[in-house]
Nanobody, 124 residues
Framework: QVQLVESGGGWVQPGGSLKLTCTIS????????MGWFRQTPGKEREFVAR????????RVADSVKGRFTVSADNAKNTVYLEMNMLKPEDSAVYYC?????????????????WGQGTQVTVSS
């Protein structure tokens, strides 16, 4: 059983930055990939970024490429999402997820454990 806890959300003006943190605990041995997704009311949960523990290989969605960076601290069982140059359309609840997949790990179905989410609001 795996537990994930996100933190770091809040309010920021357009162009600002936030850093989200996700800590995984419990039976973490099966976790291969960590993902960040976001969701707004009435919308589907969408992929933002992911990283693999074993290689550190990361991928980000086109919508945030060049602005967001995902990283991991394996020793601390923690992943981060550094968000820069934030836009109003980035406002959402951001979720951290863990998966056992060896695939691309960019889809919701590839993750089996989820955090509760942290709210990010970007507005003037």
């Amino acid at each position: 059983q795996v537990q994930l806890v996100e933190s770091g959300g809040g309010w920021v003006q357009p162009g600002g930055s936030l850093k989200l943190t996700c800590t995984i605990s419990g039976r973490t041995g099966g976790s291969r990939a960590m993902g960040w997704f976001r969701q707004t009311p009435g919308k589907e949960r969408e992929f933002v970024a992911r990283i693999r523990w074993s290689t550190g290989f990361s991928r980000v969605a086109d919508s945030v490429k060049g602005r967001f960076t995902v990283s991991a601290d394996n020793a601390k069982n923690t992943v981060y999402l550094e968000m820069n140059m934030l836009k109003p359309e980035d406002s959402a609840v951001y979720y951290c997820a863990s998966g056992t997949t060896v695939g691309p790990a960019t889809k919701i179905d590839e993750f089996d454990s989820w955090g509760q989410g942290t709210q990010v609001t970007v507005s003037s």
